[in-house]
């Protein structure tokens, strides 16, 4: 086999090979070797048959056969001995073939950019900390106490007032006339939380048991039917009942109730749990600390086939949560301004520029994903859907690509934990308003 290169311009690269017919037939003889004795052929024991009667009845498939496998092996050969790297799939283009002649054909292939040495050891990392304080505690045991707090039947006679549960059945119309989805049946709601529909709630203050309340409102702009959002609405509802809700002790009782030993050990608990949602938001603003030290590192010439289906990707991503907001199903009516353009390009480049490091540090200290850590993580995801494990399970068999998808998120945090645990770490104790504040403050680019 002779490779090539006839031309190459950035990381783009253009093979000619050429397989010479002696090496091709010398293939297919090896491969009549490795078959002849499962061959029958009439009149002659298996195995025995004439090489030449053989080639002459099944030289066209065992040439289609070794043809397929010589360009296979051919082109990682090639890719090999020029030490190219491929970004993506290279692009084969058949010149010449055929049983009486050379193999010869053409390689376009775009290489992975050279990246330089990483040093992961002089890499300063700030570690955000935050530690619970007794506002924090004491707000989460108030939550708790208002969540599982007893309601209990009022009197006929007492109208519903601020922090009553009120049961109630409605009826709905937009000028007179009624809509789908315009009916509820045994609804619950508790007065001056508002949750139900923006100043519905104030409408139902002083109704009484088995009363029936007119409620004029405002249907939300983001209700699923685009035409009737923002439509006034008229609600004749049927009050079933009313509640006064009766005061939660927070007490040792109260812990015991909520799975803990006592009301110390129930704090404790609450205490960790806070800590630990500290943990993950302050862990995310570390990993993306990281990105952007790797982002703003690196210059890399980009691969364009990779940038490409990066940016179809997060083009398709874009126009669906555009969908989503203006409640449009038809995606040909959503169309990206120059500003989402500039937007996609941008998050795309450093979507796969990271990548590319990423991927470098991995091979660099060989960092891997195994079979059975990609199948714990398939365990995580079939506990998310309880009752649709089977479903799920033969959905990823069916569709081993999917199952690839798992793998790019376990990498990735293998990567940037490996990163974590060579860097210079410094831990930085802030308070829970300052670390609100820097969630405000920062909108990363999604990588």
Known sequence: MKVNVTSSKGLESNLKVVVTKKEIQEKINNRLDEVKDNINIKGFRPGKAPKDLLLKQFGKALYGEVFEKTINESVQQALNEKKIKPASQPKIDIKSSGEDSDLEFT???????????IELDK????????IPDKKDLDARLNQLAESSKKYNDKD??????????????????IDD?????????????????????????????????????????????NYPKKELAGKKTKFKCKILNIKKPSEQKIDDAFAKNMGAKDLKDLESMIEKQI???????????LNKEILDILDKEYKLDLPK???????????HT????????????????????????????????????????L???????????SPQELQTELEKQLKMYPGQEKTIKEYYQKNPGELTKLKGPLFEEKVINFIKDKAKLKIKHIKKEDLEKLMKQDKPIKA
């Open 123 to 130: 890499i300063q990392l700030e570690k955000l900390q935050v």
């Open 156 to 173: 006929l006679k007492e109208p519903a007032v601020k922090d009553d549960l009120v049961e109630f059945s409605f009826e709905a119309t």
């Open 359 to 369: 991927t470098h540090i991995a091979d660099e200290n060989s960092i891997k994903v």
């Open 177 to 221: 006339k009624p809509f789908e989805g315009n009916k509820g049946e045994k609804l619950q709601i508790v007065l001056g939380k508002d949750l139900f529909i923006k100043g519905f709630d104030k409408q139902i203050l002083g109704s009484k048991k088995n009363e029936e309340k007119i409620a004029i409102v405002n249907l939300p702009d």
């Open 107 to 117: 390689i376009n292939v775009e290489k992975v950019p050279d990246i330089k040495k």
């Open 305 to 315: 086939g990779m940038l490409e289906n990066e940016m179809k990707s997060v083009e």
């Open 318 to 357: 874009l126009i669906h949560e555009k969908m989503r907001e203006k409640g449009e199903k038809d995606h040909s009516k959503i169309k990206l301004d120059e500003k989402d353009k500039k937007e996609l390009k941008k998050i795309s480049e450093r979507r796969v520029k990271l990548a590319l490091v």
């Open 275 to 285: 800590s630990q949602e500290f943990e993950n938001i302050t862990n995310q603003l």
